[in-house]
């Protein structure tokens, strides 16, 4: 609550009401709530994979030697902040599409913007980028 640490009483107990009263008439969804067990019982049956080399930090000569890192692009300094075409997920592993967000609310951004970046994402692989 740093709001509330921030301000003191009685200012940061309005901004405490001001978010119940949002979180009150937001529209509900538990999409995010089903992803999160969807991954995690995922994890559970699938077990461990190994992380990508292009994204394994290289802190030593030796994992440097190792291409540990090599090939990683940074997504902060892509066009849009984000690495189009880039893999985040094990070798092998599909994209899982977990988050389905519902069309209410907020979540109608959230999956207009996941379409675009999936189509940046299949653009960049059409053109040989990632």
């Known amino acids: ?3 509330y640490e921030r301000l003191g009483s009685p200012e940061g107990e309005l901004a405490l009401a001001e978010c119940v009263v949002y ?3 937001a529209p509900k969804s538990n999409a995010v709530y089903k992803a999160f067990n969807a991954a ?3 994890v559970k049956q699938d077990g461990t994979r190994p ?3 292009h994204l394994r930090n290289a802190p030593t000569k030796l994992m440097k030697r190792l291409d540990y890192g090599k090939g990683y692009r940074y997504a902060h300094d892509e066009a849009g902040g984000f690495a189009a075409g880039e893999s985040y997920l094990p070798e092998g592993m599909a994209e899982p599409g977990f988050y389905q ?3 209410r609310g907020l979540e109608i951004k959230i999956a207009d913007k996941m ?3 999936r189509a940046q994402n299949q653009a960049a ?3 040989g980028r990632g």
């Open 1 to 3: 609550m740093g709001v």
């Open 40 to 42: 995690k019982a995922f």
């Open 23 to 25: 979180l009150a008439i």
């Open 51 to 53: 992380v990508p080399m």
């Open 115 to 117: 379409r675009v970046l």
């Open 125 to 127: 692989a059409s053109a």
């Open 101 to 103: 967000p519902v069309e």
